[in-house]
């Protein structure tokens, strides 16, 4: 009789850790977007909003884990206050399994990045320069922006080649 009530309690936890284990597993729905798509994520990815792609406006990208970045860039004039996504919390966001990622232009450059850059660094995808949005003659609406001035070592030719300016889209392979 003493043993009764311990293997009871065993056998109901256990029976609360299959069933919570059998559970299917609800993905983050993220609905699709109100305003104009500022960036779609395609390809290989497990959470999507309009059909087999996550379609993303201004509002939910900046509702992701955002970041400010104060730098200066090869591209910019001065030290500029960048806002944006990180890039692994919108990855994140997507469900995605691969290692690398197909980050493409408005104008056709596209270049590969390895996912491991955004968990070795803050990079942002940055959406606004000094509460502003980014204009698409100064590099917007968005473009990749690693925090160069925090680490002077990123002001190389490879890192360069993956800040891209004018992203549309990015394609997981
Ligand atoms: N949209 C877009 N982003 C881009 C490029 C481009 O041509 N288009 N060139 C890339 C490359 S190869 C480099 S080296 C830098 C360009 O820096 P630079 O013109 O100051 O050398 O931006 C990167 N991002
Ligand atoms: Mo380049």
Redesign the pocket.
Known sequence: MSLFWPCRAVLTFSLLLFSSASLPVMAEQLPPPEGDVLLRVTGDIENTNVGDELHLDRKMLMSLSTRVTETST??TEGVGRFEGPLLRALLEAAGIRNEHVRIQ?L?E?E?EVPVADFHEYDVILALERDGEPIAVRDLGPMFVLYPFDEHPQLLN?TI??R????VGSIHVP
């Open positions: 090869p591209w232009a104008n450059y270049t030719e360069r080649h800040s891209v300016w004018h």
